[in-house]
């Protein structure tokens, strides 16, 4: 099998995965109205279970969302519920947009917060202001939401907030550790959202981007409880070595939350919260969170395709994480596996899904995905042949691999060639955490713009098993 082929086919798996995600059509399998004019029921269904809610019970139909999903999470909403939609607010990332008419998109920044992250957060609250006992509100999470709604807590600013998640991405802090800090810096998320809406009835969509599915973690959890405590929060810092270099009101902060001391005042306006809202906080008893769409799903929708195009496919690793220059190592261990004793044999896809974290260690751009593929790439060249039959790909489901335009890059031994061709070392560009400039200079990059679906990253293994007179 030539290079050119299985790229192009380890492509086609990768956008099977991305259509089983596709967020409008996950909303429009979940929900739904049904019954007779004047006893109209709202239907909130999954594979484990439904809820339903009478219309007549409700004077509005309110719409509140965050994350790179929410846009597509939007118009499905809106497809599927028409004018029922009295309103509503849904902070995107930038130029991850829709075709929307009943609620009002507003575009903010992501990974690091700005001023228009706290301007998004500030209307959605005033939104939840506005909500009362009369009132549905329908909440679209999805990844990314942490970044894009950004309300700082009372005694901090969000200059503060970005150096704290800038040192936290920086340090290889998983994406749990990353949001128990962030929902104690916060205004809104570990359960404060869900505190900002009551009375009225909540349903939250969400979409996972977190390994195991953890509600409270999604989106730093807005109308979750939280089961992190602040001395959970301190322990992250401390851990990941960057307490010396947190700004003085955080370190105050955090100082006083892991005391006991009284925090700051809760989204809502109301009393000083010692902590986030814990499991069995009455503020959750109108409140329902609702999985919708998960990488397990992608995996299952990328085999199939693989399957389909004649490929061996296994599921290896539904939960990848730790360092993505690691994870490149496993990854190539399993292709050498897969490929040894195999002549003859139908070629093997080998899938992987997860989030793994880079620790910069130099001043290069570049995403988890691309740092993966180039650390592969770099044990490849290592190996000093026997790069032959293995092509993989390494990218986002969001179209965004860190802060550049591509999802992700591809790593074979075409690849491979091309460097040395153009005199490029893996092992510098790694050295620099620099995979986007190698990548971009060989063209090895996977660029899909954005997808507006979020659920993880893909990480997909051909392996070509046929014996080197056999490739074509």
């Not at 209307?123 to 549905?136: K, S, T, V, Y």
């Not at 955090?254 to 010692?274: D, E, I, P």
């Not at 769409?293 to 994480?321: C, H, P, S, W």
Request: glycine share 12%.
């Amino acid at each position: 099998m030539s290079e050119s082929k299985a790229r192009a086919e380890a492509e086609a798996i990768f956008r099977a995965a991305l259509a089983r995600v596709e967020p409008a059509a996950m909303v429009r399998k979940a929900v739904g109205v049904e019954g007779p004019a004047g006893a109209e029921e709202l239907v909130v269904r999954t594979e484990l279970d439904e809820a339903r809610y009478p219309l007549a019970d409700f004077d509005r139909v309110l719409v509140a969302g965050f994350g790179k999903a929410g846009a597509s999470m939007a118009r499905g909403l809106e497809e599927a519920l028409g004018d029922r939609i009295s309103g509503g607010v849904v902070v995107v990332k930038r130029g991850h947009l829709d075709a929307v008419s009943r609620v009002r998109l507003v575009e903010a920044s992501h990974p690091v917060p700005d001023a228009s992250s706290a301007a998004a957060a500030a209307e959605l609250l005033a939104l939840a202001r506005g909500a009362d006992q009369r009132c549905l509100v329908l909440v679209l999470v999805s990844g990314g939401g942490s970044a894009l709604l950004c309300a700082p807590a009372e005694g901090i600013s969000l200059a503060d907030k970005a150096v704290v998640t800038s040192l936290l991405l920086g340090s290889g802090a998983t994406i749990q550790e990353v949001n128990c800090v962030r929902k104690h810096l916060s205004a809104v998320k570990g359960g404060r959202l869900a505190a900002a809406f009551a009375p009225a009835t909540v349903v939250s969509l969400i979409l996972s981007d977190v390994i195991g599915d953890d509600l409270d973690a999604i989106a730093s959890g807005p109308t979750a409880p939280d089961p992190t405590t602040w001395a959970d929060a301190a322990a992250v810092i401390e851990r990941r070595g960057i307490g010396a270099s947190l700004p003085p009101a955080v370190a105050e902060l955090l100082a006083r939350g892991r005391a006991g001391a009284q925090g700051f005042a809760g989204a809502s306006g109301g009393g000083a919260l010692r902590d986030t809202p814990k499991p069995g906080d009455p503020i959750f008893a109108r409140v329902r969170n609702v999985l919708i769409g998960t990488n397990r799903l992608a995996l299952m929708a990328a085999e199939a395709k693989a399957r389909e195009l004649g490929y061996e496919a296994r599921i290896l690793d539904a939960g990848l994480v730790g360092e993505a220059r690691e994870a490149a190592l496993g990854i190539l261990a399993a292709g050498r596996a897969a490929a040894a004793g195999g002549a003859g044999r139908a070629p093997a896809c080998l899938l992987f899904g997860g989030e793994t974290t880079v620790t910069l260690r130099g001043k290069g751009k570049g995403g988890r995905n691309q740092e993966l593929a180039l650390a592969f790439l770099a044990a490849l060249a290592r190996e000093g042949g026997g790069a032959e039959g293995l092509c993989l790909l390494a990218a986002s489901t969001d179209g965004s691999d860190g802060p550049t335009d591509a999802a992700g890059a591809f790593a074979d031994a075409s690849l491979l060639e091309a460097a040395r061709a153009a005199g490029l070392e893996p092992e510098a560009y790694l050295a620099d955490n620099d995979s986007y400039s190698f990548f971009d200079r060989i063209g090895g990059l996977l660029r899909t713009g954005p997808t507006n679906t979020n659920v993880c990253d893909l990480q997909l293994l051909v392996v070509d098993r046929e014996p080197p007179s056999g490739r074509g």
